[in-house]
């Protein structure tokens, strides 16, 4: 049984950072999957921001490229997303999910991950 807890979440001012953490419980001995952060904003759709694959590959969405970093630890099997320069458009709810399996291809949308946590939130202030 996979569970996902978040953790991490504030209101910051534009211009400052936030790091989530996701603590990952029932991965240690998946052989292969893929996690990601995806978030969603009041009345918009939940989007994927980053993503990364056990064996350490990532992707992200170009709206946060050279802003947030996505991480793991494997040792503490934990999943970490670090958001730099934050803008008022990056308040959301911040979701961290999985997916079982390897995939070439990161990037997927939120219906094709199993398993979900109960999400941080995030508010930006301009």
């Known amino acids: 049984q996979v569970q996902l807890v978040e953790s991490g979440g504030g209101s910051v001012q534009a211009g400052g950072s936030l790091k989530l953490s996701c603590a990952a419980s029932?991965?240690?001995?998946?052989?292969?999957?893929?996690m990601g952060w995806f978030r969603q904003a009041p009345g918009k759709e939940r989007e994927g921001v980053a993503f990364?694959?056990?064996?350490?590959?990532?992707n992200y969405a170009d709206s946060v490229k050279g802003r947030f970093t996505i991480s793991q630890d494997n040792d503490k099997n934990t999943l970490y997303l670090q958001m730099n320069s934050l803008k008022p458009e990056d308040t959301a709810m911040y979701y961290c999910?999985?997916?079982?399996?390897?995939?070439?291809?990161?990037?997927?949308?939120?219906?094709?991950?199993?398993?979900w946590g109960q999400g941080t939130e995030v508010t930006v202030s301009s």
């Open positions: 999910a999985a997916r079982l399996g390897w995939y070439l291809q990161l990037r997927a949308p939120a219906e094709d991950f199993g398993y």
């Open positions: 990364i694959s056990k064996d350490g590959r990532t």
């Open positions: 029932g991965l240690k001995y998946i052989g292969n999957y893929c």
